[in-house]
């Protein structure tokens, strides 16, 4: 069975646990919250859909965000669960996708998840805004001469992509931009 046990910095930490176990045709995760000491604060179960597979975390002061994946596939829709810290409200986005993602970062950026990978071998990023439930492509990305290297946060809600361009001459670029 596996354990995931995620960092919340000055707030402790939080574990997930996949028992494989199932109610009422749901998937059953326990999440427990951990104080710096130790000591449990708060333990809850977290049910989602059958066939959703554990595939992320991000902590944000006051909220944890876990990331689930229908099925194995590239093709499987996105599902994201926000956990309150303090509140212990919990609220559940559906992120539908109608290509094939190959998803190699995520993170959370102010109200946004930002997924980067590729789509049909593309180097792309797509931005899920929390308010409105949207996605989009982030433009300029869904290039077939470039490879997204890395992607990282920066503290005033931007974030960086690394990407390394190939140039008609044969040579190659190495690409920072801001979002």
């Known amino acids: 069975y596996d354990f995931t046990v995620v960092s919340m910095r000055e707030r402790g930490l939080a574990i997930i646990h996949n ?5 009422e045709g749901e998937k059953v995760f326990d999440l427990t ?3 710096t000491a130790l ?3 708060w333990q809850t179960e977290l049910p989602v859909e059958a066939g959703h597979k554990f595939i992320g975390y991000e902590y944000m002061p006051g909220f944890l965000f876990l990331l689930y994946r ?7 829709d996105l599902y994201l669960t926000s956990v309150d810290i303090a509140t212990h409200a919990i609220e559940n986005y559906k992120i539908k996708h109608e290509f094939n993602f190959k998803l190699s970062h995520f993170f959370m950026v102010g109200n946004s998840a930002i997924f980067g990978g590729h789509i049909n071998k593309e180097s792309s990023v797509v931005i899920f805004r929390l308010d409105t439930r949207r ?6 990305f869904f290039l077939h001469n470039s490879d997204l290297l890395d992607l990282k946060t920066n503290e005033n809600n931007t974030f960086n992509a690394l ?3 190939d140039l008609p001459s044969g040579k190659n670029n190495l690409v920072l931009r801001t979002y």
Do not use: I, S
């Open 19 to 23: 028992q494989e176990r199932f109610f």
């Open 33 to 35: 919250l951990l104080d």
């Open 39 to 41: 000591r449990e604060t």
């Open 70 to 76: 229908v099925g194995d596939m590239d093709f499987g």
């Open 135 to 140: 996605a989009k492509v982030v433009p300029g």
């Open 163 to 165: 990407l390394l361009e």
